[in-house]
């Protein structure tokens, strides 16, 4: 044995088997790397250096430092492997020529060509005739040249490039000249033609792609799209790496109906806070016949002991803007526009917040007293004790907050909440009473009412919340399910109250819901303390697997009796005197993991009919095979049928669809329909979509038709709308992370 300290060791062995498969399990991607224990060096050799091992059938020696090895050649340093039929070493230039089925690994990326030269001084490499993988990029193609420097760098010539199986050429990228820099994460090609099934489809004599993930300066891929509002639309994308902590991305859209359109986003982010700006215009809007800008800021801080902080704003020119120029996949329809700063301060025990809100309303046309008061400021607290499995538990919520809006009612208003509750639970039942004080304090500025300028009420709230569980078992084919019987008895007292000289700053009162029933005011907000003396009786009922813990049926039924009228309204609203809620059921079936079926009701014992209605059924097998159906009704409000699905067509063809008809205005609300294809190394999405803009007044708006198309070139670049989002949106159940082929 002869030994060349730091460059190269060699060694005569017998021969052995020393090749592991180069192919892995889904059939052409290279394995990360081959075996090194096949190749055991010496007991003194030092694996952390550079120096190589040579292991072949034979080798002869020269007295010139010649060597030359022949048969099943196979020879490796810490980080590279060759393998050939012949290996010729030359001790005086350090350099090696490998010959016949010449296979070179390094990393991810693995070359075979028929003969190769390697400079181990320069760490350089020449092979010639050369196909590659690069294993992490599901990544092959083919060169006359291969030029490798280094670990990183490698230079291709008269190359073309795919991520397509060996079976496949659904797309290669040709190019005269090919440099991957895997230190940078950047490739670069020179005089390039990009070819689809053999068709040519775009040129560029110059063009540059990320290698992994990490940002790179440059263009994005551009979107395509074609809407009866916008007409052809056309956007070029360009992302600027600044610094590590600073990006942004500026994206010029062209719209043959309207004119260009300028998005910028500026994204910074570093330990205390992120941030991110949009600032938006277009230039005399053909359609609007005016300029058009939208601006939003939104930022996140984290100062530290505690401390937080949030910021958020926004502005646009014109009440349309969202409807006209927001995203081309969804339209979005809004009156108001919230602009908001809070600034928290948390500890163990207790948090306090400080918040000023604003909000820009779209719509002129709402009156002064239907659009949202501003908080110019608010304050709150909020504490608890304790924190550990003490029964007892004290609360309080504290706020003070100034309420401003234009040509009406404004004031102060300061709230504080104490409450004390205690809870004893074992396996079987669960009783929980609580006490609480809720009193309000005003300050009203109402020249019209000098007379009731301070305003104060406390109400004492009393409530009993208590449960049962009862379970067995029970056999249905071949398998133990637990049946449970859960009752639920929840007991509210709230003393009544004259509360009608009290404005309404920011309360409501929401529809009846299986969550209402169990709160302490059914208003939302802080001007109301709904009166009570009621109890909200409630059943439900499940069948689970013993084995999983799934549930396969839910049932449940509830209502609320009242003892006495509820004789504190919101202004312009009657008492309501009913000696009881409606009733609310719900059934839920999963009888297997891809089937799920869903109906609840409300019924009026008043009017004996139902005032809501919802039948839902899903069936999801996977993200190939997904089939919604769905029917809502609320009286004299709205009835819909909703229809969606994603379905497997042949091979990797898939079959896209939602129909979202209203049966009470007698048409559709949203149509879609499309097609996908989706392989291992490209992905083809078509969608054609019409919608009504504003479904409360559906009759009285025109339908917005657009086509979106997408083409994506998996590890080099898609072409059109991202529409994976818009998908997951309309169609329940669709996971656009499942739609890789691997």
Same mark, same amino acid.
């Given at each position: 044995?002869?030994?060349?300290?730091?460059l190269?060791?060699?060694?005569?062995?017998?021969?052995?088997?020393l090749?592991?498969?180069?192919?892995c399990?889904?059939?052409?991607?290279?394995?990360?790397?081959?075996?090194?224990?096949?190749?055991?060096?010496?007991?003194?050799?030092?694996q952390?250096?550079?120096?190589?091992?040579?292991?072949?059938?034979?080798?002869s020696?020269?007295?010139t430092?010649?060597?030359?090895?022949?048969g099943?050649?196979?020879?490796?340093n810490r980080?590279?492997?060759?393998?050939?039929?012949?290996?010729?070493?030359s001790?005086?230039?350090?350099?090696?020529?490998?010959?016949?089925d010449?296979?070179?690994?390094?990393?991810?990326?693995?070359?075979?060509?028929?003969?190769?030269e390697?400079?181990?001084?320069?760490?350089?490499?020449?092979?010639t005739?050369?196909?590659y993988?690069?294993? %992490?990029r599901h990544?092959r193609?083919?060169?006359?040249?291969?030029?490798?420097?280094g670990?990183?760098?490698?230079?291709?010539?008269?190359?073309?490039?795919?991520?397509?199986?060996?079976d496949?050429?659904?797309?290669?990228?040709?190019?005269e000249q090919l440099?991957?820099?895997?230190?940078?994460?950047?490739?670069?090609?020179?005089?390039?033609?990009l070819?689809?099934?053999?068709l040519?489809?775009?040129y560029?004599?110059?063009?540059r792609?990320?290698?992994?993930?990490?940002? +790179?300066s440059?263009?994005?891929?551009?979107?395509v799209?074609?809407s009866?509002?916008d007409?052809?639309s056309l956007?070029?994308?360009y992302y600027?790496n600044?610094?590590p902590?600073?990006?942004?991305?500026?994206?010029?859209?062209?719209m043959t109906?309207?004119?260009l359109?300028l998005?910028?986003?500026?994204?910074?982010?570093?330990?205390r806070?992120?941030?991110?700006?949009?600032?938006?215009f277009?230039?005399?809007?053909?359609?609007?016949?005016d300029d058009?800008?939208r601006?939003?800021?939104?930022q996140?801080g984290r100062?530290?002991?505690?401390?937080?902080?949030?910021?958020?704003?926004?502005?646009?020119?014109d009440?349309d803007?969202?409807?006209?120029l927001?995203?081309a996949?969804?339209?979005?329809s809004? %009156?108001?526009?919230?602009?908001?700063?809070?600034?928290?301060?948390?500890q163990?025990?207790w948090?306090?917040?400080?918040?000023?809100?604003?909000?820009?309303?779209?719509?002129?046309?709402l009156?002064?007293?239907?659009?949202?008061?501003?908080r110019?400021?608010?304050?709150?607290?909020?504490?608890?004790?304790?924190?550990?499995?003490?029964?007892?538990?004290?609360k309080l919520?504290?706020e003070?907050?100034?309420?401003?809006?234009?040509?009406?009612?404004?004031?102060?208003?300061?709230?504080?909440?104490?409450?004390?509750?205690?809870k004893?639970?074992s396996a079987?039942?669960?009783?929980k009473?609580?006490?609480s004080?809720?009193?309000?304090?005003?300050r009203?500025?109402?020249?019209? %009412?000098?007379?009731?300028?301070?305003?104060?009420?406390?109400?004492p709230v009393?409530s009993v919340?208590?449960?049962?569980f009862?379970?067995r %078992?029970?056999?249905?084919?071949?398998?133990?399910?637990?049946?449970?019987?859960?009752?639920r008895?929840?007991?509210?007292?709230?003393?009544?109250q004259?509360?009608?000289?009290?404005p309404v700053?920011?309360?409501?009162?929401?529809?009846?819901s299986?969550?209402?029933?169990?709160?302490?005011?059914?208003?939302?907000g802080?001007?109301?303390v709904?009166?009570?003396n009621?109890?909200?009786?409630a059943?439900?009922?499940?069948f689970?697997?013993t084995?999983?813990?799934?549930?396969?049926v839910?049932?449940?039924?509830?209502?609320?009796?009242?003892?006495?009228?509820r004789?504190?309204t919101?202004?312009?609203?009657v008492?309501?005197?009913?000696?009881?809620?409606e009733?609310?059921?719900?059934?839920?079936?999963?009888?297997?993991?891809?089937?799920?079926?869903?109906?609840?009701?409300?019924?009026?014992r008043?009017?004996?009919?139902?005032?809501?209605?919802?039948?839902q059924?899903r069936?999801?097998?996977?993200?190939?095979?997904?089939?919604?159906?769905?029917y809502?009704?609320?009286?004299?409000?709205?009835?819909?049928?909703?229809?969606?699905f994603r379905?497997?067509?042949?091979g990797?063809?898939?079959?896209?669809?939602r129909?979202?008809?209203?049966?009470?205005?007698?048409l559709?609300?949203q149509?879609?329909?499309g097609?996908?294809?989706?392989?291992?190394c490209?992905?083809?999405?078509?969608?054609?979509?019409?919608?009504?803009?504003?479904?409360?007044?559906?009759t009285?708006?025109?339908?917005d038709?657009?086509?979106?198309l997408?083409i994506?070139?998996?590890g080099?670049?898609?072409?059109? +709308?991202?529409?994976?989002?818009?998908?997951?949106?309309?169609?329940?159940?669709?996971?656009?992370?499942e739609?890789?082929?691997?």
């Open positions: 044995m002869r030994r060349i300290p730091h190269l060791s060699i060694v005569v062995v017998v021969p052995a088997t090749f592991a498969s180069l192919v399990a889904d059939g052409w991607r290279y394995c990360a790397s081959l075996p090194d224990a096949v190749l055991e060096p010496p007991s003194d050799f030092n952390t250096d550079n120096a190589w091992i040579i292991e072949s059938d034979s080798v020696y020269e007295d430092g010649y060597a030359h090895f022949v099943e050649v196979r020879a490796a980080t590279q492997r060759i393998n050939a039929k012949q290996l010729d070493y001790q005086t230039d350090n350099t090696m020529q490998a010959l016949g010449v296979r070179y690994k390094q990393s991810d990326l693995a070359l075979s060509a028929p003969q190769a390697f400079d181990l001084a320069a760490d350089k490499g020449h092979l005739e050369v196909y993988t690069m294993g %992490n990544a193609g083919y060169a006359e040249t291969v030029e490798l420097e670990k990183d760098l490698s230079h291709y010539t008269d190359t073309y490039y795919t991520t397509c199986p060996p496949s050429d659904a797309w290669v990228l040709y190019a440099s991957l820099d895997r230190h940078t994460g950047v490739g670069t090609a020179r005089d390039i033609t070819e689809a099934g053999g040519p489809l775009f560029s004599p110059y063009f792609f990320p290698l992994d993930d990490r940002r +790179q440059g263009f994005l891929a551009p979107g799209a074609s009866s509002d007409g052809f956007s070029l994308p600027f600044i610094a902590s600073l990006d942004a991305t500026v994206t010029p859209q062209f109906q309207r004119g359109l998005k910028n986003e500026l994204r910074t982010l570093s330990n806070a992120e941030s991110e700006t949009h600032i938006d277009i230039i005399s809007d053909q359609v609007f016949d058009r800008l601006l939003e800021f939104e996140k100062f530290g002991n505690g401390w937080s902080s949030i910021v958020s704003a926004a502005y646009v020119s009440i803007y969202f409807d006209d927001g995203d996949l969804s339209t979005t809004t %009156n108001h526009i919230e602009r908001r700063a809070d600034l928290t301060y948390r163990t025990n948090s306090v917040r400080g918040r000023t809100q604003y909000f820009q309303s779209l719509n002129p046309d009156a002064p007293t239907s659009r949202p008061y501003q110019m400021p608010q304050l709150t607290l909020n504490a608890r004790w304790p924190q550990n499995s003490d029964p007892w538990n004290y919520w504290a003070a907050v100034r309420f401003e809006r234009d040509n009406t009612v404004t004031g102060s208003r300061f709230t504080a909440r104490p409450s004390l509750s205690w004893w639970e079987a039942a669960f009783i009473p609580k006490a004080l809720w009193h309000r304090q005003y009203i500025d109402d020249p019209d %009412n000098l007379d009731k300028d301070h305003l104060s009420s406390t109400i009393f919340d208590s449960g049962l009862f379970e %078992n029970i056999g249905w084919r071949n398998t133990t399910l637990m049946q449970t019987l859960e009752p008895l929840f007991y509210l007292y709230v003393p009544m004259d509360q009608s000289d009290i700053f920011d309360t409501n009162e929401p529809a009846l299986s969550a209402q029933m169990f709160r302490e005011n059914r208003f939302t802080y001007d109301r709904g009166d009570a009621q109890i909200t009786l059943l439900t009922s499940r689970l697997d084995q999983s813990g799934d549930e396969w839910r049932a449940s039924i509830g209502e609320i009796v009242y003892f006495r009228d004789e504190v919101l202004p312009s609203r008492i309501d005197n009913d000696s009881s809620s009733l609310l059921a719900e059934l839920a079936l999963r009888p297997t993991s891809h089937w799920f079926a869903r109906a609840a009701v409300q019924w009026s008043n009017d004996r009919t139902t005032s809501k209605n919802v039948v059924l069936y999801r097998r996977d993200n190939d095979r997904i089939a919604n159906v769905s809502r009704r609320r009286r004299g409000q709205l009835e819909q049928l909703d229809l969606s379905w497997k067509l042949r990797q063809w898939h079959g896209i669809g129909y979202n008809y209203s049966l009470h205005d007698n559709p609300l149509t879609i329909a097609i996908e294809y989706d392989s291992c490209w992905a083809l999405k078509l969608l054609a979509e019409t919608h009504i803009d504003d479904a409360s007044s559906a009285d708006q025109l339908s038709a657009s086509i979106m997408q994506e070139l998996k080099l670049s898609h072409v059109g +709308q991202k529409i994976d989002d818009f998908l997951a949106t309309n169609i329940l159940g669709y996971r656009p992370d739609d890789a082929v691997q």
